[in-house]
């Protein structure tokens, strides 16, 4: 993998960042009281001992109680315990990674909570991955399908086959066994997208993350002003628990996060402010 293509992945993720976070502040000045000062993402540089490093951007707001867009990219050696997990590292642990993590928990029960991130990790091969989902309180059909038909979009765009198998895995992968659910509605997921043209496999990561950035600010808009009872932010604080559980049980980025010698409050920052458990 070339210096030069290791720059453009990580300017991307970089620009998509700036953008995401332009347009949820924007939807902060929007649902602001009148008056109240509108909240901003609180930008934290961060290096990692082995190399590299990333900024966690965080917000906390009247609209979105906490949204976090954080980009590393970073490089060492995976541990001798973590390598013979990792496709190529088994041969030699040295490793490349860039990326960007989105996850937004809205204030009100009717908004969506909303996952995007896409990366590209180098061993001895490299490869994408990534991918975006849908954590409502209740499901809304129309919301359900306008997200789909946005991320199935990005996917026809390059290859007929891409939507419906990055829809059953990431309908696989986002499922909590021990409670025999979902955590949400779906979305897309990819992993070891490696084809013959890497041009190809980079302009599909970037028309996931602008579809993401296009279709979900809407979706916060169309139910941001609605009222909302005690009943229904119990069960919002219940259905962030179910999340809290997938993400320390299952998830593969909290793991790859912190054994590669992360920032623990950037690969954690996922975890909502707030859950409840019956």
């Known amino acids: 993998m ?30 602001s009281r009148p008056g109240a ?23 906390r707001g009247q609209v979105l109680e906490k949204a976090g867009v954080n980009v590393s990219t970073v490089e060492g050696e995976f541990s001798e315990a973590f390598r013979g997990q990792v496709p190529g590292a088994d041969q030699d642990p040295r490793f490349w990674a860039s990326g960007i993590s989105v996850v937004v928990h809205p204030r009100s029960p009717h908004v969506p909570a909303a996952h995007m991130n896409t990366r590209m990790i180098v061993t001895t091969r490299g490869w994408f991955g990534g991918g ?6 209740t499901v809304n059909a129309t919301d359900t399908a306008a997200f789909h038909a946005a991320l199935k979009a990005a996917c026809d765009a390059h290859d007929p ?10 309908d696989g ?16 997921f990819f992993d070891d997208l490696a084809g013959p043209d890497w041009d190809a496999d980079f302009a599909f990561v970037r028309d996931v993350g602008t579809a993401f950035l296009e279709i979900y600010p809407r ?6 002003a609605k009222p909302w009872t005690e009943a229904e932010r119990r069960a919002q604080l219940t259905k962030r628990g179910r999340y809290v559980e997938f993400n320390l049980l299952y998830d593969r980025g909290t793991r790859f996060g912190l054994m590669t010698g992360g920032n623990p409050e950037a690969v954690l920052m996922s975890l909502p402010p707030e859950a409840a458990w019956p």
């Open 161 to 170: 086959t891409y939507y419906p198998r990055f829809k059953a895995w990431c």
């Open 173 to 188: 992968y986002f499922y909590l066994p021990h409670r025999g659910e979902a955590r949400g509605v779906g979305g897309i």
């Open 37 to 59: 000062t509108s909240a901003r993402f609180d930008r934290r540089p961060w290096q990692r001992p082995g190399g590299g490093g990333g900024t966690m951007a965080l917000l």
């Open 219 to 224: 979706l916060i808009r169309r139910h941001m």
């Open 132 to 137: 975006a989902d849908l954590t409502p309180v």
């Open 2 to 31: 070339t210096p030069e293509r290791k720059a453009r992945v990580a300017a991307w993720f970089a620009q998509l960042r700036d953008r995401l976070i332009e347009a949820l502040e924007t939807i902060e000045d929007a649902g």
